[in-house]
């Protein structure tokens, strides 16, 4: 099954319609007639695209798809666990050396590294974040797009693309780039990657909190291993973090269970297309790791 699928090919089927009402522009997710994989088609313009990643509102203001404020900056320092699990996950194969942080943020995964052992980059497209991880963290980030960016060749021991594939204009491109920069003997973490072949996913259609108008490409774990293939890695390992961290807990699972019913009894019962939103659960992200063939 190859093809020169650049994740975004003509030869495509209809995958999901999203209605209007989700308050979000976003038309439908069609799937790969030949790999399978999910996008979204069509894409928001570069207007949009440029306009969302420079509002800097994203990061202090924003809205989570039920429209519940959100600030990533108030939200920072709750978020150091869940980089700390990242850390020992990956001290699992790497104890040290250079580590690429793709899609770093401020520069978060830097912060609970252990510095006399690991020598960190970030690249971050946002140049608002980058600056506040430069001046807040004391952080190495450089901010643009990954795919413009020059960086040494078979330098990196780890590279990890957190949160940040299913956003990337030319995804393909990426992995091949990473290709490029990691060692012979290095390893690559996407992490948080979105599973559209998830339980949620499928339950809920577009009422999946994770579809979102600049993710672009959604992969399962079918299609990430294809194509990490195609660009010269071996998927070694997929994980599906969930119970370790905050949103494994009784009032999520509460609700989760209360959506549930409801989008049965919106579908089966009274055979309406209403939005039932998802709620975090096991299955809807993956960290794939894999290592160079
Ligand atoms: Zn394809």
Redesign the pocket.
């Known amino acids: 099954m190859d093809?020169n699928?650049n994740?975004r090919?003509d030869d495509h089927r209809s995958f999901l319609k999203i209605p209007d009402n989700q308050g979000a522009k976003l038309t439908q997710l069609v799937q790969?007639n030949?790999?399978?994989?999910v996008f979204e088609d069509p894409r928001p313009s570069q207007e949009e695209i440029e306009a969302f990643y420079t509002n800097t509102e994203l990061w202090t203001n924003s809205t989570d798809a039920e429209g519940n404020p959100r600030s990533y900056v108030k939200e920072l320092l709750a978020k150091q666990p869940v980089f700390q699990d990242v850390v020992t996950r990956i001290e699992k194969y790497k104890q040290r050396g250079h580590l690429l942080d793709i899609g770093c943020g401020p520069g978060l995964l830097e912060t609970v590294l252990d510095s006399s052992r690991w020598k960190v980059l970030g690249i971050e497209m946002s140049e608002y974040i980058a600056e506040f991880g430069r001046n807040e963290l004391s952080t190495n980030v450089v901010s643009g797009k990954f795919e413009q960016i020059d960086l040494p060749e078979h330098h990196f021991d780890t590279i990890v693309m957190k949160y940040v594939l299913d956003h990337m204009e030319e995804p393909f491109e990426a992995l091949q780039k990473a290709r490029k920069l990691i060692k012979p003997d290095g390893v690559l973490l996407i992490a948080d990657l979105i599973n559209i072949d998830s339980f949620c996913a499928r339950y809920f259609g577009a009422g999946h909190r994770l579809i979102h108008p600049m993710h672009f490409t959604y992969f399962s774990p079918k299609t990430i291993k294809f194509h990490l293939e195609r660009a010269g890695f071996q998927t070694i390992k997929i994980e599906y973090p969930y119970f370790q961290t905050p949103y494994f807990n009784f009032p999520n699972l509460k609700t989760l269970a209360s959506r549930i019913l409801e989008r049965f009894i919106n579908q089966y019962i009274l055979r309406n297309n209403k939005v039932v939103y998802s709620m975090p659960f096991y299955g809807n992200m993956m960290d794939i790791w894999a290592i160079p063939k």
């Not at 030949?34 to 994989?37: G, M, P, Q, V």
């Open positions: 093809h699928c994740l090919c790969c030949r790999c399978d994989l």
